[in-house]
């Protein structure tokens, strides 16, 4: 884990505390073309002309830094639109300075959010599943069963913390300047914001799940309605994965190797997560509560 508090001096920073020297101190790259703007003066990268953010001292854009002028809920609301879908835009600011505790703050509401969200939907699966009004009888059967549903709340959030921390495993490399390290780890935590929304597209799979494909006759609608309902859930965390991907291909470029290894290890580390989390756990409990039982 990065040290957030003694090393978070930036780049950028760097030229705006020391406004004798206006050349860039640190290895510092475009946004466009990855150019080293080391020792540069000016605003404009030589090699594309274009303007550099990184150059012009800028604020970063992420809407959660201004959470004190637009307040914490509309920020938020914001953030998580802004790092959903506009991942270019969310990369380009890893070469401006970050506070890493407010991303860290930032990372701590999308997990609330999602949490939020898990409880309702179980609490509204709970309130029309007694009804009939679900399709699937045996999914509506084991509603009848209360502890797996709420031992499945209770394990989203361990889960939740691993799967929010394991990007920042892969952007911890020595060769990077230690403060674009944390600016990008701080980011990863940015990355994450597709979650809040996740149940969204869940529900929607569901919901095409049981609208029973099955019973169409006709393939041409009912294949493309089962395709999409069982990858709609999947779409945010593909989001999620292309986000940072674009974070990694802004810094590690140069090092595509790392950027394979990354697209790879990620979605492995967060299957083995649920594995972890989802499987092991209970079925350690178990063992245990099995133990309890015969000795007893
Ligand atoms: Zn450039």
Redesign the pocket.
């Known amino acids: 884990m990065p040290d957030e508090s003694s090393e978070s001096i930036n780049p950028t920073g760097d030229v705006r505390a020391d406004t004798s020297n206006p050349s860039v101190a640190l290895d510092v790259y475009?946004?466009?073309?990855?150019?080293n703007?080391r020792g540069l003066t000016g605003t404009r990268?030589?090699?594309?002309?274009?303007d550099?953010p990184a150059l012009a001292n800028a604020e970063p854009n992420i809407p959660w830094v201004h959470r004190a002028r637009l307040g914490n809920l509309w920020a938020f609301t914001k953030t998580v639109l802004f790092a959903s879908f506009r991942p270019r835009k969310l990369s380009q600011n890893v070469f401006l300075h970050i506070d890493f505790c407010e991303a860290k703050r930032f990372r701590r509401w999308v997990i609330a959010v999602t949490m939020f969200w898990m409880i309702g939907l179980t609490a509204f699966l709970y309130a029309i599943g007694p009804n009939n009004r679900l399709y699937d009888r045996e999914f509506a059967e084991l509603l009848k069963l209360y502890w797996p549903m709420a031992l499945g709340n209770v394990l989203m959030l361990p889960f939740l913390l691993l799967a929010t921390g394991i990007p920042s495993l892969f952007f911890d490399y020595r060769d990077l300047p230690v403060s674009l390290r944390n600016n990008a780890i701080a980011l990863s935590y940015y990355c994450c914001a597709p979650l809040a929304w996740w149940p969204l597209p869940v529900i929607g799979g569901v919901g095409l799940l049981m609208s029973d494909p099955m019973s169409i006759e006709n393939d041409m609608i009912a294949i493309p309605l089962i395709i999409a309902g069982a990858l709609l859930p999947l779409m945010p965390i593909a989001i999620w994965s292309f986000s940072l991907l674009r974070l990694a291909s802004r810094i590690m470029s140069d090092h595509q190797l790392r950027i394979i290894w990354m697209a790879a290890g990620i979605p492995l580390l967060w299957l083995l997560s649920v594995l972890l989390v989802f499987g092991l756990i209970p079925m350690a409990g178990f063992y245990v509560w099995v133990l309890i039982d015969a000795l007893s």
């Open positions: 475009c946004h466009e073309c990855g150019y703007l990268c030589p090699e594309c002309g274009k550099s």
